[in-house]
């Protein structure tokens, strides 16, 4: 009987110990990420270049055969430098033609004045006729008309000797040759392309149906592709109205609200565009708890280390992520593995916790 009544303590306390191990639940380490919110949402990524605005292309006013082209691509030009030159022989003669036509004209018309004077000089004594002083007028006028003629021609013919000269007329910077010396070319046809290097911009193709749902909610970001940490933000100047043909892209060109000075013409850039939103929270799928028709996500209680269950309201979800629109607040740390394997009020270690 003794010995019954010492053995029963014993075994109530081996109970109790056994139903504690029973209630208290392990540790369990998770991985886990903090809520950040996200107010802009990511519409891609596009790899475009750094051009000038203004873009002209130049070519001579006079046809004729280039006789030298004196910049090569790249090159940086002032006010009234020489881009190239034609052979001017044709122009030359021109001119030596007009000038014989002005002096030939000029001595017909002293010839006329002197004339002119002869006649009204025998009117005046009354010894001519009236007829022969109309006459006289009537030539001075007429060979005056043919100086000033004449003397245009001799301007013109000028004109064209300087249009043989091709020279830009603002500061710029060479891009492309379409002609090299020894082609003839025809007045107005294009030889040089200049670009004006003060005035830049991004300039990038972007498919048609984004293209066509562009707003003025959106921002485009512009970085340097060798260096992202390089960039600007700009805003939409221009989109081609129609589609290219071969890559169904439509052009858009955009104004830098910035210029850094690693941007030069040519410079590859990527430009990001992003559109603002309404507050929303982005989270791995992992993190997603679906049962008794809920959807939850852990979020770990950083007092005491234990979890529990918050509903959340999805707005959209992949293969990879989903998108909350409430439930959770930036900076609450949410479970984003083992979620079905978790209890509420459970203690959970993560990452940065001491052990």
Known sequence: MSRLILLLPAALLLAACGSEKEQAAPVRPVLSVVVQPQVQSQLGRFAGSIQARYESTLGF??????????????????????????????????????????????????????????????????????????????????????????RAAVSQARDQLDYSTLRTDHAAVVTAWQAEAGQTVSAGQAVVTLARPDIKEAVIDLPTHLAEQLSEGLTFTVSLQLDPSI???????????????????????????????????????????????????????????????????????????????????????????????????????????????????QKVTFDGDVR
């Open 61 to 150: 006013r006079v046809s004729g055969r280039i006789a030298r082209r004196w910049l090569d691509v790249g090159a940086q030009v002032k006010p009234g430098d020489t881009l190239a030159t034609l052979d001017p022989t044709d122009q030359q003669n021109q001119l030596r033609a007009a000038e014989g036509d002005l002096a030939r004209v000029q001595a017909q018309w002293i010839n006329a004045q002197a004339d002119a004077r002869r006649q009204q000089q025998l009117y005046d004594r009354g010894v001519g006729a009236q007829a022969q002083l109309d006459i006289a007028r009537t030539n001075l006028k007429t060979t005056g008309a043919s100086l000033e003629q004449a």
């Open 231 to 345: 960039n600007t933000s700009a805003t939409l100047r221009e989109l081609e109205p129609q589609a290219d043909a071969t890559t169904r892209t439509r052009r858009a060109r955009l104004s830098l609200d910035s210029t850094p000075d690693t941007f030069h013409l040519g410079t590859a850039v990527s430009v990001t565009l992003t559109s603002e939103v309404t507050p929303r929270s982005e989270l791995p799928l992992t993190a997603l708890l679906e049962r008794d028709g809920k959807t939850q996500v852990w979020v770990v209680d950083p007092q005491t280390k234990t979890v529990a269950t918050r509903d959340v309201l999805l707005i959209d979800r992949d293969g990879e992520r989903i998108v909350l629109s409430s439930g959770v607040q930036p900076g609450e740390r949410v479970v984003t593995a083992g979620v079905n394997l978790l209890k509420p009020g």
